[in-house]
Structures are given as C-alpha cells and as structure tokens.
C-alpha cells in the first residue's frame, strides 16, 4: 500500500497570509500617497523657482525689459517642453504666468507664476497647497480654495509667505 503525500499549505493558513497583507497595504498605501503628495509640492515650488529666475533671465535679455510668457521663454530655451508646453502641467500642478508690459514713463514690466494642484480633492490628490511668485521673488502659498490660482491681493499679502 502506498501513502501519498499531501504538502502545501492550508486554507486557514493562506487567509491569514492575505489579511497580514492587506493590513500592510492599509498602512503603507496612505502614506504613500502623502508621500507623493509632498513630493508633487516640492515639485512646483522648484518649477516657480525656476520660472521666477527664467523671467529675470528672459527680461534682460530677449525682453527688453518686459517679462515674457510660458510660450516666449520656451522658445528662448528658458523652461523645458513639460513646464513650457501647452498643458502648463508638471508634476500634478498647472502653471499660469500673467505679465504686464511696461508702459515708458509710467510703469514697470510685471509677471506673477501660479500653480494649483490638478486634482485639487478626493483621494487622488495631487497636491494640498497652491503656490505663487511675483517678480519680487517671493514665494506664497496657500492650503484654502484649491481650485483657483493666487490673485494679485493674495500674492501681495506676507501671511501666506512660505518660509522654505
């Protein structure tokens, strides 16, 4: 008489294996999450940055003086086809930069650069503040209306200052 040999593992045992890693994944997944969150963030600060120091750049030399747009500076090879392009979208932010134009005698050349998150609520959230700069080069931010860019009296006040 031969015996066989059963070898493997229980149903028991295998529920457990999937509950261990489903408790796994309920932690990690919203920390990933938060963790993307922040780097998206950190991501269109640096493309602000980047875009306050491509005007000043641009100003000075093809300008004239005047700011210029997203579209004048990607032409002038200032900011990279994903900041520059005609989505105005990186990294899980979209980017608008106004600029007003000199007038001689009266006025300065201005720009202001704003992001918002693209997926500004639910779950999939790309982003818990919306950033600013004005030609001054200081940087604002802000965790309320997430939806709408920074206006000109928001940009103007010092108590949305980022401090980093």
């Not at 000075?60 to 997203?70: E, I, L, P, R, V």
């Not at 990186?90 to 608008?96: H, I, L, N």
Request: overall charge negative; aromatic content about 4%; proline content about 2%.
């Amino acid at each position: 008489m031969t015996t066989k040999r059963q070898e493997g593992f229980s149903l028991i045992e295998l529920l457990i294996v999937v509950a261990i890693i489903g408790i796994i994944a309920a932690i990690a997944i919203p920390n990933l999450l938060a963790s993307r969150r922040a780097a998206n963030e950190g991501s269109a600060q640096s493309s602000l940055r980047t875009i306050h120091s491509s005007e000043a750049t641009y100003q000075a030399t093809s300008g004239n003086g005047n700011f210029g747009s997203m579209a004048e500076m990607l032409a002038a090879g200032l900011v990279d086809g994903v900041l520059g392009g005609a989505a105005g979208t990186k990294s899980g932010y979209t980017f608008v930069v106004t600029e007003t134009v000199a007038d001689p005698g009266v006025s300065l050349s201005t720009f202001k650069a704003t992001c918002i998150p693209t997926i500004p609520s639910t779950v999939s959230q790309t982003g818990t503040r919306k950033f600013g700069v004005r030609d001054d080069g200081v940087m604002h931010g802000q965790i309320d209306v997430l939806g709408t860019h920074l206006t000109d009296a928001e940009l103007a006040a010092t108590t949305n200052v980022l401090g980093n």
